[in-house]
């Protein structure tokens, strides 16, 4: 069983940035691919950006590319997502996730994932 926290949200203008942090416990991080999700209100959750077990492989929405990175370092069993140029279109919670899925198109389903964080919320003010 894998326990996933995730932090670092919160609110920033326009055109700021922000690094969400995810920390797994519980498994072996290493054995997993990670992916970050977002859900606005009133919105299905959407997928954001997936990276593979040793990060040598990424995937991202195509809305997000250029603007977010994610990133992990399995010493420290944390997956990062860095937020760069936000807009109010991003406010929304954001999830991590954990898959024994390879990083590719599928990566991009809820139904891939096993392991579900609560979610931190990130607010783009205008």
């Known amino acids: 069983q894998v326990q996933l926290g995730e932090s670092g949200g919160g609110l920033v203008q326009a055109g700021g940035s922000l690094r969400l942090s995810c920390a797994a416990s519980?498994?072996?991080?290493?054995?997993?691919?990670m992916g970050w999700f977002r859900q606005a209100p009133g919105k299905e959750r959407e997928f954001v950006a997936a990276?593979?077990?040793?990060?040598?492989?990424?995937y991202y929405a195509d809305s997000m590319k250029g603007r977010f990175t994610i990133s992990r370092d399995n010493a420290k069993n944390t997956v990062y997502l860095q937020m760069n140029s936000l807009t109010p279109e991003d406010t929304a919670v954001y999830y991590c996730?954990?898959?024994?899925?390879?990083?590719?198109?599928?990566?991009?389903?809820?139904?891939?994932?096993?392991?579900w964080g609560q979610g931190t919320q990130v607010t783009v003010s205008s």
């Open positions: 996730a954990a898959t024994k899925t390879p990083v590719n198109s599928d990566t991009r389903y809820r139904r891939n994932y096993d392991y």
């Open positions: 519980g498994g072996t991080f290493s054995s997993y691919a």
């Open positions: 990276i593979s077990w040793n990060g040598g492989r990424t």
